[in-house]
């Protein structure tokens, strides 16, 4: 096989799913169209803003429809990568990029005037308000990693489907959910989070991920028998994997926490000098 | 929505989630998590072959490779053992597929040498690289082949679980390595039953 035959096959999706592919296409396209009406009407988006939402888009693409996810699938540690990407690392990026101007823009007014959307938007509202209380916002972030790393669950996710899918929706739903009350543009008077609560969410996610990460470095026992049971993508030493998948649970997640709170920091360091200055 | 409506909602979800897995199995129950029973390979008289070929019994599917030092014929020596506890019936109507996922070392002579040490119910399968991912994709395992060493031989990783379809080819059961002897037996005797 030639070497582009072979990178070819390697940027094909393992599974083909409509919903990722279509998640994607559409918040690509929203995004541009987007860029094109804000530069019409003379409003500057700047370079990083559209970096960072395309980047995050390109990391959930590449993870969920690439090669990326085979051995997602048969490699404990690729899957605490994959997992990383969508709960952390991309969801990071979407909302820091605070993309709502410019995919709202960007959406047809026909879609925009379609009746019933209102309602829809109301109906879902409280549901919305109740999963960003921070507690609860919180607990849901730490609790879902858990949850799919219970055993049990992690052995019948990896072998259905349809679970598979549910687990990976459920992470970066959450993820986009949880970084997009770190990085709410607004402040605390317009709805948004205080920065004191932000900053306090940031840290109380840590040690959960890192007693959890530490637990699977650091175990002398396999606990997750289901790439035994469904084969490795090469051979690698279980525990080798275990514990590989350990460190990504545990320090990139973690990091990310840290790098948070330095960028809420400097936002509210900002504001104050921005007071100073004018004030 | 009333309370009580919110909660056989959220009672109904997890059941989906849990697959409404039937507690009276001993070994993993895993019907509705994986497809039927489908495959196109070719036997060890490099015949082609396809789950037609087994309809009506009870079929055990397992992967490996001939060259294995310790899962295949712990497996194949364990599931010979579960045969003889079943007694003579249970050999007419359950197949042992042992499928080669190293069809270059494998062919359809070595394979048949092989499975003959285990008994007349173990049945050796192998195909080219396209047939073997059509089935292991089917059933969300893989392998993988290690480096070769000086004399040319390798590792190859592979799924260690075996998994059981009934008569219907429907999938029920995957029996891991940590299984014991009379779960399995008690569990297939049920299925051989149906």
Redesign the interface.
Known sequence: MGVIEQSLNYLQPWEFSPAWILFCLASTALYIRGLVHFRRSGRCTGFWRPFSFFLGIAAIYTVTQTHFDYLAQYMFFVHRGQHLVLHHLAPFLIALSAPFPLLIAGTPKRVRDFPGITTVVQALRPGYRLLQQPFIAALLFVGLIYFWLLPAVHFDAMLSQRLYQLMNWSMLLDGLLFWWLIFDPRSSAKGGLGYGVRITLLLAVVPPQMLLGAYLTFSHNVLFDVYEVCGRAWPLAPLTDQRLGGLITWIPATMMSVLAVLIILGRLLGQRAGKYRYG | MGIKRCRILFLSGMLW???CSDPSWQT?D?S???PPLKFELTNEEAQPVSEADYAGDVTLLF?GFTHCPHICPTTLAKLATVLQALGEDASEDLRILFVSVDPARDDPATLREYTQAFGPEFIGLTGNEEALQAL?RRY???????EKDDKGQY???????VFAFDRNGDAQL?I???DAQEAIVADLARLLAN
């Open positions: 989630l849990v697959g993993k895993i509705g998590l994986m992967f292991t969300r395992v893989t392998y993988g082949y290690g590792d190859v990783s592979h799924s260690n679980a995957l891991r390595e940590e």
